[in-house]
Nanobody, 128 residues
């Protein structure tokens, strides 16, 4: 059974840092890409960043570029989202999702329909 489990969310002060983790299990196909999404109250789920499995290529939405870093530890089947210089607008529920390898480019990464499995989400709150 395919499963993604996010962790690492919590309360962070503006300007602070947080690292989210997404642990994947149950995939029969070893080659898959992973995306992180954020959903704010009353808003649609929005892509944050994506990473390929085969070549490690990454894609970042404009709001995350330069502040967030997506990475993966294939030995641990875990994908991370390092969030630095956090802003109040970064608050929301963060989800990871898995799909076919090669999705780390703008039109694939941002399309929620291409993903095969989603985690339950982890909350990030930003407040001083």
């Amino acid at each position: 059974q395919v499963q993604l489990v996010e962790s690492g969310g919590g309360l962070v002060q503006p300007g602070g840092s947080l690292r989210l983790s997404c642990e994947l299990s149950g995939f029969t196909n070893d080659y898959y890409g992973v995306g992180w999404f954020v959903q704010r109250p009353g808003k649609e789920r929005k892509a944050v960043a994506c990473i390929n499995k085969s070549d490690g290529r990454t894609y970042y939405d404009q709001f995350a570029k330069g502040r967030f870093t997506i990475s993966r530890d294939n030995a641990k089947s875990t994908v991370y989202l390092q969030m630095n210089t956090v802003k109040p607008d970064d608050a929301g529920t963060y989800y990871c999702a898995a799909g076919s390898d090669g999705l780390a480019e703008r039109f694939l990464c941002t399309d929620t329909r291409i993903y095969d499995a989603w985690g339950q989400g982890t909350q990030v709150a930003v407040s001083s």
